[in-house]
């Protein structure tokens, strides 16, 4: 897949390595982050590589904020041999972090698994694939809400059609046995039926709070 690959770096050599090695991909160049900056006004990048160490001064990792800000779904990779551990890490982290960060002088064929990487697995296939794990954590929890709200139904049912007719008070630790659930539990069910009108309050007067577990 040919892709258009924005590259800041200001050192002709380096610029050199990756026309070479990235060169199956449509590669767009700047020099410094100002540049790189009215070069995303005129075209997408699929891919952006980031020096850290650029001309007149400037440093990529200050325009991190402002790239990641127009380019919030699209995967920066930093380079430099510069950066310290720490600045490796923070230039990771956070809403506004680069995907990767490469160590120079830069390995040519890390560079370019790197790249495959970032161009199949991040930025909008990134997106759409955490979409879809919340999707699917959200119709998971819908699910067990809804089994966690049938079982509740039959077992109250259950207790209701037992307790029918009689004004003994339940033996609740036989109940809760009986379900596998915890007293507290079974006390709750029966503060509900009597709620709903399909229990006699004389059953079970309806207490303050639930009682602990024994």
Not at 49 to 56: A, G, R
Not at 69 to 94: C, D, K, R, W, Y
Not at 95 to 122: G, M, S
Request: glycine share 4%.
């Amino acid at each position: 897949m040919k892709a258009n690959i924005l590259i800041i770096e200001d050192d002709d050599l380096q610029y050199e390595i990756y026309e070479e090695t990235l060169s199956e991909h449509n590669l767009i160049r700047a020099k410094n982050g100002s540049e790189a900056l009215a070069a995303i006004r005129r075209i997408r990048p699929d891919v952006l590589i980031l020096d850290h160490v650029l001309s007149e001064g400037e440093l990529g990792l200050d325009f991190l904020p402002a790239l990641k800000e127009l380019l919030p779904f699209v995967p920066i990779i930093v380079v430099s041999g510069a950066l310290e551990v720490h600045q490796q890490m923070a230039a990771l982290q956070g809403p506004r972090r680069a995907h990767f960060c490469l160590t120079k002088p830069v390995d040519t064929r890390e560079l370019k698994k790197t790249v495959t990487i970032a161009l199949t697995e991040c930025g909008e296939t990134e997106l759409v694939r955490q979409f879809e794990q919340l999707e699917r954590s959200h119709r998971i929890d819908a699910n067990e809400l809804f089994s966690r709200s049938t079982d509740r139904l039959s077992r109250q049912n259950r207790i209701r059609e037992r307790l029918a007719g009689t004004q003994e008070r339940p033996n609740i630790s036989a109940l809760a046995r009986e379900f596998k659930v915890a007293r507290r539990t079974i006390i709750r069910d029966l503060q509900e039926l009597i709620r709903r009108g399909q229990l006699d309050p004389a059953v079970y007067p309806e207490w303050e709070s639930p009682a602990p577990d024994e």
